[in-house]
């Protein structure tokens, strides 16, 4: 039988969550968002190509890479190298929280939505962002638990 061992007095030790949120579940809707980005930045880069105007002032295939280099990465958290899948997702906090979430919302908010194709498209690039910063953020600190499901 295997003895529990407690730690000395006045520390406390941080124990992941369980149940909830598995890995397994947060890169699946991880996934969904790359997907959704990507969808977003094939069809501005439609729009633009085909005579039209694209979704939002960002490089469209800018955008693409961006978000195959982010599917990349969640190749990481799959392959259960969490500590660096966590570094990782820190990085796409900064880098997709700031492209993604801020530079829409600060083109909203200095009356630049004429950017872009209508109201509807910035709302669901700010939209669709917001999401993954939201699961980013919860992967950075490790708010999941390690089962697979």
Not at 26 to 37: F, H, I, N, R, T
Not at 55 to 71: C, E
Not at 86 to 103: D, F, N, P
């Amino acid at each position: 039988m295997k003895k529990s061992v407690s730690p000395p007095d006045g520390v406390v030790k941080r124990m992941p969550p369980t149940g909830g949120l598995t890995l397994g579940l947060l890169l699946k809707l991880q996934v969904v968002y790359c997907l959704l980005g990507i969808g977003y930045n094939v069809v501005s880069l439609i729009g633009s190509r085909t005579g039209g105007s694209a979704l939002a002032p960002t490089n469209p295939m800018m955008g693409m890479v961006v978000m195959a280099v982010y599917g990349g990465c969640l190749l990481v958290g799959a392959l259960k190298y969490v500590r660096i899948y966590r570094i990782l997702m820190a990085l796409s906090v900064l880098v997709l929280g700031y492209g993604g979430v801020v530079l829409h919302l600060v083109n909203f908010t200095a009356a630049r939505t004429f950017l872009y194709y209508s109201i509807v498209a910035w709302g669901a690039a700010v939209a669709v962002n917001l999401f993954g910063l939201v699961l980013n953020f919860i992967g950075a600190l490790r708010l999941f638990s390690n089962e697979t499901t």
